[in-house]
């Protein structure tokens, strides 16, 4: 069996990968911050439902980068398969009303986590020869959108990180992708409940995403059939990056 850590694994999208990774056979180390409640009943769900998977549901702030440290020393000398960067921090506001530190702090959990993460990973990957390398980013990233300033920066640093690591490792085996999601059924659309029909209106597939789909694809990019697939990016938004922003 191959090993996955999954960051931000308690729920939502987070939740649905770790669940779609084990039904494919994969044991999953995933981290939580706060959810430690939810954390230990997906894993004994998973556990109940594949006794042969090991499931392990680890704390961690990714915004604490000295614990983020202490967590990938840790993990230097094991082995993992593939990592999946699904933890997120959102922060929206006008760029001229954008407050340093809160945009700092999105940036260190949607970015500098996932680097110090891959770094700690990929020898291990690279000396096996074999190694899937995924990064949760977002639509936001690749159309502007008014407020959305620090968040989509961290998230485009995203795939222009993962773009120059897929060429590095490349011919190591390994592969590095980029997922972008549009609007997801998750508790981070809460805010936007009150204007979710006229937002699921400009969506072509007139509907929001399920977190399934999300993690369909993730754990396919972990699969041997996706092997020749690096260095790209791969919006699942029901058509919003291909539509032009007016319309009639």
């Known amino acids: 069996m191959t090993r996955i850590l999954v960051t931000g694994g308690a729920k939502g999208v987070g939740a649905a990968i770790v669940r779609a990774l084990a039904t494919a056979g994969h044991d999953v180390d995933f981290t939580y911050r706060a959810s430690a409640e939810q954390a230990q009943a997906l894993a ?10 090991h499931i392990t549901a680890l704390p961690l702030d990714l915004s604490d980068k000295e614990a983020l440290d202490a967590f990938c020393e ?9 990592l999946i960067h699904n933890a997120g921090q959102p922060y929206d506001s006008l760029a001229a009303m954008m407050v340093q530190d809160k945009a700092e ?37 690749l159309r502007g959108n008014p407020g959305n300033a620090a968040y989509a920066a961290s998230k485009g640093a995203l795939i222009s990180y993962a773009k120059t690591l897929a060429v590095e490792t490349g ?32 969506i072509p597939a007139g509907r929001f995403a399920r977190p399934e789909e999300v993690a369909g694809l993730a754990a396919f990019l972990m699969s041997e059939p996706a ?20 319309h009639r």
């Open 44 to 53: 004994a769900e998973i556990a109940a439902s594949y006794p042969d998977r």
């Open 105 to 141: 702090a999105a940036m260190q959990v949607n970015f500098w986590a996932f680097t110090r993460l891959a770094k700690s990973l990929m020898r291990a990957m690279i000396r096996a020869r074999s190694g899937r390398i995924v990064a949760i980013g977002s639509v936001a990233a």
């Open 227 to 246: 092997a020749y697939i690096t260095g790209t990016v791969i919006p699942i938004d029901g058509g919003v990056t291909a539509q032009l922003g007016v």
């Open 171 to 202: 011919k190591r085996g390994v592969t590095v992708n980029v997922i972008a999601p549009g609007f997801v059924d998750t508790d981070m659309i809460a805010p936007y409940a009150a204007y979710r029909d006229k937002m699921e209106g400009q």
């Open 74 to 82: 840790a993990r230097e000398s094991e082995s993992y398969f593939g």
